[in-house]
């Protein structure tokens, strides 16, 4: 087929084949460039792709996919510029963003520190209360929600086969469970 003969619509087709075709490698790719910082960036591709498709022209975007077959090279060249550019529209719309940013330190809203008085600064000692809240934010998918109804929420055991439609006996062994780690986890305050 001729590209003269193609409407906008066909070649936009042969485009998106064209990119399913290839994007499981383009995602390889991305995580590769990205390399450990993968966590960081994991947008690039999806980035890079907008920018292609959004401002590159459909015949040249025809040429570069269908023609020419080299989406994969195109992309991955992308990707590698867009991250290490400092010039980069990467760089300007996302990266710089997170690069900058540092977080608040707890001792920053404390009044005593941005007051100047350093001696009165102390570090608050947590109790088993904190303790337990704080290792029930960190426990799994399973065991915070039961833990959270159960104990926090007042839910007994038949309201939460209700709710999550776990038996008896099993909701038992996972409130169980999460009670243990929640121990482990807090043992100096036992």
């Known amino acids: 087929m001729n590209e003269y003969n193609l409407t906008d619509d066909e070649k936009r ?3 998106n084949i064209a990119i399913t075709k290839h994007y499981p490698k383009m995602l390889k790719d991305e995580k590769q460039i990205t390399s450990y910082n993968y966590h960081l960036y994991s947008d690039l591709l999806s980035f890079c792709m ?8 459909i015949n040249y975007q025809y040429k ?4 020419d ?3 994969l090279n195109y992309m991955g060249r992308a990707m590698s ?6 010039t980069s529209p990467y ?6 963003d997170s690069y900058n940013f ?3 330190y707890l001792a920053e809203s404390d009044k005593d520190y941005i007051s100047g008085n350093y001696d009165i600064i102390q570090e608050q000692e947590m109790d088993s209360q904190d303790c ?9 998918f399973y065991h915070k929600p039961l833990l959270t109804d159960y104990y926090l929420n007042g839910l007994n055991y038949s309201q939460l086969n209700k709710k999550y439609g776990i038996s008896p006996n099993h909701l038992k062994k996972a409130i169980d469970t999460g009670i243990s780690i929640i121990k482990q986890q807090c043992k100096q305050f036992i």
């Open 81 to 86: 510029l867009n991250l290490r550019s400092s």
């Open 102 to 104: 540092r977080g608040l």
């Open 132 to 140: 337990v809240l704080q290792a029930l934010e960190q426990l799994d």
């Open 13 to 15: 087709d042969m485009i």
């Open 50 to 57: 907008e920018q292609f498709l959004i401002k590159k022209d």
């Open 69 to 71: 077959d080299a989406i």
């Open 91 to 96: 760089w300007s719309h996302i990266r710089r």
């Open 64 to 67: 570069v996919c269908v023609e």
